[in-house]
């Protein structure tokens, strides 16, 4: 039998707002994007907020309409980046097996440390003590025989809680929760069971496996396994490192993108900033992909795969501007765009050359990319800039490598 930990810091974001300005403690308090540039959604809330039925991803004013005395607070990643390390040395008393699930969230295998679920629930609630006393923050964790119980176990209790699901309760716990609980169900994913009469965790599992697996394909199998509890992935060792699912930046500037022009400035930042995020990782990707959400917020996603692996400025931005010019008419302005790279290989692996390519030549922009890199480490972003940056300073004004915070892949990465 396995005993594993999912341990899920309360309301984070807003939590450690709070702690930091304890006069808004106990008043209803979001942490938001910043509004001026057009990034004003909800990205956190405290149990108060929550009272009011304000959603994460919402925009701020919808927030404010549902609770005007509502008080929004800015982002502080620094701040919640060093909490979220502060909690992870704590997991670390207990356990080498850690595994981040984004800022709040970790997984921890107590399996060779407690030999049935009353002593790993009285690791869990040691956990849940020793952060609220010495971060002075609430988390509350799941404690199950799978990962995916696990999480469900934090989600199940909020705040400051310990839920435990065992094999001999979990069929009267989880069963009876509605399938969108289960991790990787979305908004999609649960109408498209709907559509099939399936409402429930315990629907799901009684479904036979070839049904999910004609409707929904591989993660209708990954789903059934879910449901029943037969989820047997491992908590990776802490500091495990792989291969990440995908490497990405997205941008909502402070005006509309009105035509191809205003794309290529964009576009060109944003590829600047994923391909030095590859090869600060030593890789190199054979699928890019493009966002784009026009004014009225309908979004198009598509991608394309490359000859050949590659982690270069120019043909990341070549690849990029083809999907775009393949698949947008132009009949709205863009709101906002995104682009990301994924089906990695190490970047000096052996790859097989092309006798239409001019090897030499492409080397060569492959130390110019490295160069270019090293000005930036030591300058800053804004050092060396393609001349056509300069005919509009309001689009090019940003350097989304420098500003965004990224965060550890999630369970799918």
């Known amino acids: 039998m396995r005993y594993i930990l999912h341990s899920d810091c309360n309301g984070f974001f807003a939590s450690v707002e709070c702690l930091y300005n304890p006069e808004i403690r106990n008043k209803p308090v979001a942490v938001c994007g910043d509004a001026d540039k057009r990034h004003g959604i909800i990205l956190a809330k405290n149990e108060v907020a929550k009272k009011y039925k304000i959603q994460t991803g919402e925009a701020v004013w919808q927030a404010q309409a549902k609770c005007p005395e509502l008080v929004t607070v800015g982002a502080h990643y620094d701040i919640y980046m060093r909490f979220s390390k502060m909690a992870e040395r704590i997991y670390s008393d207990y356990s080498n097996f850690i595994e981040p699930f984004g800022l709040d969230e970790s997984w921890i295998d107590i399996t060779g440390s407690v030999k049935d679920f009353k002593q790993a629930e009285n690791v869990a609630h040691e956990i849940r003590e020793r952060i609220k006393y010495e971060l002075g923050i609430t988390v509350s964790i799941g404690v199950s025989f799978n990962k995916i119980f696990a999480k469900?176990?934090?989600?199940?209790?909020?705040?400051?809680?310990?839920?435990?699901?065992?094999?001999?309760?979990m069929k009267n716990v989880v069963y009876p929760l509605s399938a969108d609980c289960l991790l990787g169900v979305g908004?999609?994913?649960?109408?498209?069971?709907e559509n099939l009469g399936i409402y429930t965790i315990g629907d799901i599992a009684s479904t036979p496996r070839n049904v999910l697996h004609s409707h929904l394909g591989k993660f209708g199998d990954t789903l059934y396994t879910f449901a029943n509890g037969y989820d047997m992935s491992t908590v990776k060792p802490q500091g495990y490192s792989r291969l990440p699912k995908s490497i990405g930046n997205s941008t909502t500037p402070s005006r509309n993108m009105e035509n191809l022009e205003?794309?290529?400035i964009v576009m060109s930042i944003l590829c600047d900033s994923v391909c030095r995020r590859a090869r600060e990782q030593n890789l190199a990707a054979k699928t890019v992909s493009v966002n784009i959400r026009d004014k009225d917020l309908f979004i198009i996603n598509r991608q394309m795969k490359l000859s050949r692996h590659?982690?270069?400025?120019?043909?990341?931005?070549?690849?990029?501007?083809?999907?775009?010019?393949?698949?947008?008419?132009?009949?709205?302005?863009?709101?906002?765009?995104?682009?990301?790279?994924?089906?990695?290989?190490?970047?000096d692996e052996p790859q097989q050359t092309s006798l239409f390519v001019n090897e030499v030549k492409r080397e060569n922009k492959v130390q110019l990319d490295k160069s270019v890199d090293s000005l930036k480490r030591r300058f800053g972003a804004f050092c060396v800039r393609p001349a056509f940056m300069l005919k509009d300073k309001e689009l090019s004004s940003f350097s989304p490598k420098e500003e965004n915070i990224v965060h550890p892949v999630g369970f799918f990465g």
């Open 187 to 193: 908004r999609a994913t649960k109408k498209r069971l």
């Open 310 to 347: 590659s982690n270069m400025n120019s043909e990341i931005m070549e690849a990029a501007m083809s999907v775009f010019g393949s698949n947008y008419e132009w009949r709205k302005a863009i709101r906002s765009i995104g682009i990301s790279l994924s089906d990695f290989t190490f970047a």
């Open 262 to 264: 205003d794309v290529k």
């Open 152 to 169: 469900l176990g934090s989600d199940y209790k909020k705040p400051d809680a310990v839920t435990v699901i065992t094999p001999d309760n």
